[in-house]
């Protein structure tokens, strides 16, 4: 992902600061292990075999889990639920920077875990028969294939491929990406949807994580929401790009906390729970 431009849990009678969140249904010790996993792999850069391998795991574990070309010998892996109407898109980046020796604990394997693991709690979760269909997403080829190159127009490359198939069956993407480090705080990213994006404080504060998604804006940040963003899709993207190692060797696993993976992924499944 690139910056574009500046913008401008507690249980019952606990502070929130000071608690876990209230909410207890997505398992944040179980996608951190899935993160360590990824990270164990080594670096996963599109088009890689490690990569492939991964994307097969995936497909695996998703409801109808399937994957759909991108063209360059890259995949993007895709689950869905069933629903009314168009799909909330929920996605990541499973792609890593390449560099040498990169394992993306926070960039790629975060996100993903996440993900996954939201796939999992929804799978087992009730939703009316008016709830909008759920499809899971892993983007390959987020990252660019060269720096220096104009990003937009070079990276991105799995969700402006999922963009151009699907458009029309799509009605908002939330995106996780920066979803690991231990100090997690996400403010609004300037080109995420500010109603959707008010939507997704609303679902925190019900699940006792709203203090970790302040009422602020920061930069904007190019990333796998932005191509729907520009189309017209209401999108919002998770990430807390206040991250020291970002695109660095010390991006690894030590660097993460369950604890964010859970304050994320309760917020998100509090979302896709109650919508209608």
């Known amino acids: 992902m690139a910056v574009a431009l500046v913008g401008c849990g507690g249980e019952a009678g606990a502070p929130e600061s000071q608690a876990a969140a209230r909410a207890d249904r997505f398992d944040g010790a179980r996608a951190h292990r899935e993160l360590v996993r990824q990270t164990e792999l080594g670096p996963r850069p599109a088009g890689s075999a490690t990569l492939r391998r991964l994307a097969k795991q995936l497909q695996d574990r998703l409801p109808r889990g399937r994957q759909e070309a991108v063209g360059g010998g890259l995949s993007n ?42 796939a999992r709690v929804m799978r087992r979760t009730t939703r009316p028969a008016s709830a909008p269909p759920l499809r ?43 979803v690991a480090d231990k100090d997690l705080s996400l403010p609004r990213e300037a080109g ?44 919002i ?26 304050v994320a992924g309760e917020a998100v499944v509090e979302l896709l729970r109650s919508w209608r």
């Open 77 to 118: 892996v895709v689950g869905s639920l069933p629903g009314r109407g168009k799909a909330i898109v929920v996605a990541a980046h499973y792609d890593t920077k390449d560099i040498p020796g990169f394992v993306g604990a926070n960039d790629g394997a975060g996100g993903t875990a996440a993900v996954l693991e939201i």
């Open 136 to 178: 899971f997403v892993f983007f390959d080829g987020e990252e660019a294939p060269a720096d220096g190159q104009d990003f937009y127009a070079t990276a991105l490359r799995g969700s402006k491929a999922y963009l151009k198939r699907h458009r029309a069956e799509v009605r908002a993407v939330v995106l996780l990406d920066f």
């Open 192 to 235: 995420s949807d500010p109603a959707l994006w008010e939507r997704l404080r609303a679902a925190a504060r019900r699940a006792g994580v709203g203090r970790h998604f302040p009422n602020e804006t920061r930069a904007e940040i190019l990333d796998d929401h932005t191509p729907f963003a520009r189309a017209g899709i209401p999108a």
């Open 237 to 262: 993207d998770l990430i807390d790009f206040d991250y020291p190692y970002f695109h660095t060797l010390e991006d690894t696993a030590d660097k993460t906390s369950a604890r964010s993976l859970d």
